[in-house]
């Protein structure tokens, strides 16, 4: 796991890193710490960053114009900061967890055991990178998720498609638990699903209420019925 460490105060910076390196043991990389935004916007351009740590008040600079371009990144983001009353946006703008200032190793390490499994709060919006800028887009706008490589197409109920740059193992994290991974390349709302289909060669279909047909992988067709008859 790549980390890297946004926070301006050296010796806040000093014991996350440390805390940080503990955690993932002597084998994996030394987290990598920076300052400022800019800093950190050259070093995540790189793609090379699976996990973002983040203060929110940076020097006097805003972390949220960070948070808002990180969210629509390929890594997840956990924010550490004291302002609490700022942990709910964070939250709607798709972090996987919010660490409270001051925190106990115990606490840090819940929030990195989380890579990997469904964020804290699930999220209601979607960051993408549209025009130079961050759009949110709204989950209820999303008819369905489609794999594209590296990267995820969010395709939406009115028509029209936006490019989210995570993939859908790092956006079945961040869903709702309501959202289900019907094939490798494919995840909707469980909700959204009419019936399933049968086809020729046993090939197995769900339509989704809005009409569409999307495949289902044979290895999880029968978990996919368990949430249907739930």
């Avoid at 010796?11 to 400022?36: N, Y």
């Avoid at 020097?59 to 997840?76: C, I, K, R, Y």
């Avoid at 990997?116 to 999303?142: F, I």
Wanted: aromatic share 4%; glycine share 8%; charged share 25%.
């Amino acid at each position: 796991m790549r980390l890297l460490i946004v926070e301006d105060e050296p010796l806040a910076a000093r014991r996350l890193a440390r805390l940080c390196e503990q955690w993932l043991g002597p084998d994996a990389p030394p987290p990598r710490v920076c300052a400022s935004l800019d800093e950190a916007r050259a070093l995540l351009a790189g793609r090379d960053v699976d996990v973002l740590l983040l203060d929110l008040n940076l020097s006097g600079e805003d972390g949220f114009t960070l948070l808002a371009e990180a969210t629509a990144g390929s890594f997840q983001t956990v924010v550490v900061s004291a302002n609490t009353d700022q942990a709910l946006r964070a939250f709607e703008l798709g972090v996987l967890d919010f660490v409270p200032k001051p925190y106990t190793p115990e606490r840090l390490s819940l929030a990195l055991g989380r890579v990997g499994s469904r964020a804290a709060t699930p999220l209601r919006t979607l960051a993408v990178r549209k025009g130079g800028g961050v759009v949110l887009v709204p989950l209820d706008s999303v008819a369905y998720i489609q794999g594209a490589g590296d990267y995820a197409e969010l395709v939406l109920r009115g028509g029209g498609t936006e490019l989210s740059e995570k993939s859908l193992e790092r956006l079945e994290q961040l869903l709702p638990a309501d959202f289900f991974r019907i094939h490798r390349s494919y995840l909707v709302r469980v909700a959204d699903i009419r019936e399933l289909v049968a086809s020729e060669g046993s090939r197995i279909s769900v339509e989704l209420r809005d009409g569409a047909r999307l495949p289902v992988g044979r290895s999880r067709l029968a978990l996919l019925r368990k949430r249907l008859e739930a």
